[in-house]
């Protein structure tokens, strides 16, 4: 846009800058004089074409429509509908490069002959050519020039937009329809919109939801919470190293002479044990043991052991008092024989 020479009616001009044109003809569609043409076409070649087509939709198509599409839809699922496919018949198919470059004039020419003319073009932020989906539907609507003629306001000119793969379903979808008199009317205008206006309605079901939410989060409160489930009473083993012990009270020729074993009794009763192989538990690497056993609460007989064939190492042998949630952490180290437990509530 440039600066106009003083005293002109309007301030700007807009100047086309051949090395930036894409080709999208939105350009042509904005000038209602027909003053603009894309490349070597003469924008006189689409009123041509238009003029054609509905001759042939009085000829022999069996609902007198015309549909504008652009090249995206047209490369979709439209081809039935330009080729001698099934569908030919059914509508007259013209394409253009974008849904902006429909002069709104031409729709009416169609309109004149008693021929519905319908655009089918990109939705909302979708258009290959930025916004020519937008300002076609302001054009058609009235809130842009070239505007649609306003003895053109209900007529039968519509508009869907809709994904390129959706062509089919665009083509044949219903006109709205609005309440006029007590009778059911087709509502031409309203079938030309992009987006739909936020109503009352709209901020009504949204608040009726809120509601909902508040409501459901208030009950939701009233329920029963224990931010400490109850946990049972446990003595937790854990064995980093279970070579410790034997460095102190036995000898690799006692260990090498049976099976080894660690186990873990409760009141008398064992309630862990586990063996190992004589040769691996003095490398340099042994596995670590652990095991979380649950036990009843009260005053419980722990003890520890290291069973070697006929020898028994006691590593801990004690009576605990289990309170509620307690547990009791059992571990050995190199340099003690069992670390100092104490029963630790959770």
Partial sequence: MVER?????????????????????????????????????????????????????????????????????????????????????????????????????????????????????????????????????????????????????????????????????????????????????????ASRRLTWPVTWRNYGAALALLAIVMLAQILLTRLPYDRYPEQPTAVQLVISDPTAPYGHYLNEEAIASGETMIALAVDGETVFEQVYDPTAVLTDSPSPIYSHIEVEQGERAIQLMVINGNDTLMLFDESVAMEPRAILNLGATRDLRIATPTPQKK
């Avoid at 030919?88 to 519905?116: F, H, Q, R, W």
């Avoid at 390129?164 to 007590?182: C, D, M, S, W, Y």
């Fill in 5 to 189: 020479e003083a005293g002109a009616r309007h301030k700007l001009i807009a100047i086309a800058d051949p090395s930036l044109c894409v080709s999208c003809g939105i350009c042509v569609g904005s000038c209602q004089d027909d003053a603009i043409a894309l490349g070597d076409n003469s924008p006189d070649i689409l009123w041509s074409v238009v003029a054609d087509r509905i001759e042939a939709v009085k000829a022999h198509s069996t609902t007198s429509r015309i549909a504008f599409i652009c090249e995206r839809h047209a490369a979709h699922e439209a081809e039935s509908y330009l080729t001698a496919g099934e569908h030919k018949n059914e509508t007259e198919v013209i394409v253009v490069p974008c849904a902006g470059a429909i002069p709104p004039a031409l729709l009416t020419k169609g309109v004149d002959e008693n021929v519905e003319m319908r655009v089918v073009g990109c939705p909302p932020d979708d258009c290959t050519n930025r916004e020519g989906n937008k300002w076609m539907a302001e054009r058609i609507l009235r809130h842009r020039l070239p505007r649609l003629n306003r003895d053109y306001v209900d007529a039968p000119i519509t508009a869907v937009w809709a994904a390129p793969n959706e062509f089919v379903h665009a083509l044949n979808a219903p006109i709205r329809t609005k309440q006029e008199e007590g009778e059911t009317v087709p509502d031409h205008l």
